[in-house]
């Protein structure tokens, strides 16, 4: 298996969209899910921020496997999210509803030393194979080529593996809460 690490392209929009439910939950599919979960998680970056985003590409298959999608400048994404993408969660599940309204605004009071944030997801099947951290050294190396200072992510409390992956490339914890943590790292 030949992996890659390149910049999105629109090529990819299905296969990132199926990355992002895939790796959801079990309700992902189904029709209020899916819009939440595209809406907040997806569509915003690679819509508005696509030279921002790495994808791994499985050469053999010339699928993309794996992605860590990047809003550099946390202003810009409030402005354009709460616009265009906040309206796309109308309807959904009320929970999700305060998830996607906590995930433009929660970053605010960390945007200042953390300009940037971040989600990264890989196909399961190609996890646990290295991909999570070269596509982290393709963010990291990128955001210091544009001068950004710092990159700050929010994960679930209880997904211990993903915050010791994180802890692992060089994040630190700097807001810990019972539901959700939020971590960060200078670049």
Not at 55 to 72: M, N, Q
Not at 112 to 134: D, L
Request: a positive charge.
């Amino acid at each position: 298996m030949a992996i890659i690490i390149t910049n999105y392209s629109e090529k990819y929009r299905d296969d990132v969209h199926n990355i992002c439910l895939d790796t959801a939950g079990s309700t992902a599919r189904e029709e209020k899910s899916m819009r939440f979960l595209l809406a907040t998680f997806c569509d915003y970056y690679i819509d508005h921020e696509a030279e921002h985003c790495f994808i791994a590409v499985d050469e053999d298959t010339d699928s993309a496997v794996g992605y860590i999608f990047c809003a550099p400048d946390y202003q810009k994404y409030k402005r354009i999210f709460k616009a265009e993408y906040l309206p796309r969660v109308k309807g959904c599940k009320k929970g999700d509803i305060i998830e996607s309204w906590a995930s433009v605004n929660g970053p605010a009071i960390f945007a200042r030393s953390y300009p940037a944030h971040m989600h990264i997801n890989i196909k399961p099947g190609y996890q646990h194979c290295g991909i999570g951290t070269r596509l982290f050294a393709a963010l990291t190396e990128h955001l210091r080529e544009i001068g950004c200072k710092g990159v700050m992510l929010v994960v679930d409390s209880y997904n211990t593996n993903a915050i010791n992956f994180y802890k692992k490339n060089k994040f630190d914890i700097i807001f810990p809460l019972r539901v959700c943590t939020v971590m960060a790292r200078r670049v």
